[in-house]
């Protein structure tokens, strides 16, 4: 009797005093969304991360990680840690021949624009606000599209390696309607960016931030408040696309993550 009390303190005491729920697989390149009790304090690898006053939070994992996770929680002075192996993935290879020259190696004259581009797009990734909607189910973007490109395949152009592809393809027709994946904040709305034509960032709330690619029509503006299934724009081929399709992006700040780890695509 004695020892059976002493194994159900073990098991049921830790549980108690640690509520901590992990949504997500630990592969490279994925999303974990996580939740414990409220007024808790996380650690992601030694570093504070915002917890909601309902507990959740979120982090992400790189393209290229190879140690553990190390998840430290905190409650009235307590901590308890827990490490999360994570696991490889294997990544394609996608050529694609045929490109113009200056849409494989930009001409000297667009390198002041492609770096302006690139720093407006950064500010909107680096956004840490209080907004909690990463915390809910994302939605497919395009109800009809076939997937043409995936995250993390190594790209070469006209047989010319580039870096690898961060985001999701989703080939439609010209001026299919797009719906926004989750409720946000519009933090960038550009019509011209030269890699990714029209463009749209929003922030979802502790880092978490998505974007759409190569649009013709965008309906949204900076500021602007979007809810889950709002139609946003239309699927272009603008900046550097061989065709009509849309390329959506997953972020936690600065890390870029796999769309595919959110989405159903079943």
Same mark, same amino acid.
């Given at each position: 009797m +004695?020892?059976?009390l002493f194994l159900l303190i073990l098991?049921?005491?830790? #549980?108690d005093l640690y509520s901590l729920e992990l949504n997500g697989t630990f592969y490279q390149g994925n999303f974990i969304l996580g939740k414990t009790?409220?007024?808790?304090?996380?650690? #992601?690898? +030694?570093k504070k991360v915002k917890v909601s006053s309902e507990g959740f939070f979120a982090f992400g994992l790189s393209k290229n990680r190879k140690n553990d996770v190390i998840i430290e929680v905190i409650k009235n002075g307590t901590s308890k840690k827990l490490i999360k192996k994570v696991f490889k993935k294997k990544y +394609? #290879?996608?050529r694609i021949d045929g490109l113009p020259k200056k849409q494989v190696t930009p001409p000297k004259e667009v390198y002041?624009?492609?770096k302006k581009d690139g720093k407006i797009i950064a500010e909107a990734r680096s956004i840490d606000s209080d907004l909690v909607f990463f915390s809910k189910k994302f939605i497919l973007p395009l109800k009809e599209s076939i997937i043409t490109g995936v995250y993390g395949s190594q790209r070469i152009l006209n047989k010319i390696p580039k870096s690898p592809h961060y985001g999701l393809d989703f080939a439609a027709r010209e001026g299919t309607k797009i719906k926004a994946m989750l409720d946000g904040v519009t933090t960038l709305s550009e019509k011209d960016l030269y890699y990714t034509g029209g463009t749209i960032i929003f922030d979802h709330g502790h880092g978490v931030s998505t974007l759409y690619?190569?649009?013709k029509d965008i309906y949204v503006k900076n500021g602007q408040k979007v +809810?889950?299934?709002q139609v946003i724009g239309t699927v272009g081929k603008t900046g550097r696309s061989t065709g009509p399709h849309l390329d959506i992006r997953l972020n936690w700040f600065d890390v870029k993550l796999?769309?595919?780890s959110v989405l159903n695509l079943d």
């Amino acid at each position: 009797m +004695k020892n059976l009390l002493f194994l159900l303190i073990l098991c049921f005491v830790p #549980i108690d005093l640690y509520s901590l729920e992990l949504n997500g697989t630990f592969y490279q390149g994925n999303f974990i969304l996580g939740k414990t009790e409220p007024h808790s304090n996380v650690l #992601i690898d +030694k570093k504070k991360v915002k917890v909601s006053s309902e507990g959740f939070f979120a982090f992400g994992l790189s393209k290229n990680r190879k140690n553990d996770v190390i998840i430290e929680v905190i409650k009235n002075g307590t901590s308890k840690k827990l490490i999360k192996k994570v696991f490889k993935k294997k990544y +394609k #290879i996608q050529r694609i021949d045929g490109l113009p020259k200056k849409q494989v190696t930009p001409p000297k004259e667009v390198y002041d624009r492609i770096k302006k581009d690139g720093k407006i797009i950064a500010e909107a990734r680096s956004i840490d606000s209080d907004l909690v909607f990463f915390s809910k189910k994302f939605i497919l973007p395009l109800k009809e599209s076939i997937i043409t490109g995936v995250y993390g395949s190594q790209r070469i152009l006209n047989k010319i390696p580039k870096s690898p592809h961060y985001g999701l393809d989703f080939a439609a027709r010209e001026g299919t309607k797009i719906k926004a994946m989750l409720d946000g904040v519009t933090t960038l709305s550009e019509k011209d960016l030269y890699y990714t034509g029209g463009t749209i960032i929003f922030d979802h709330g502790h880092g978490v931030s998505t974007l759409y690619m190569h649009m013709k029509d965008i309906y949204v503006k900076n500021g602007q408040k979007v +809810k889950q299934g709002q139609v946003i724009g239309t699927v272009g081929k603008t900046g550097r696309s061989t065709g009509p399709h849309l390329d959506i992006r997953l972020n936690w700040f600065d890390v870029k993550l796999d769309p595919a780890s959110v989405l159903n695509l079943d």
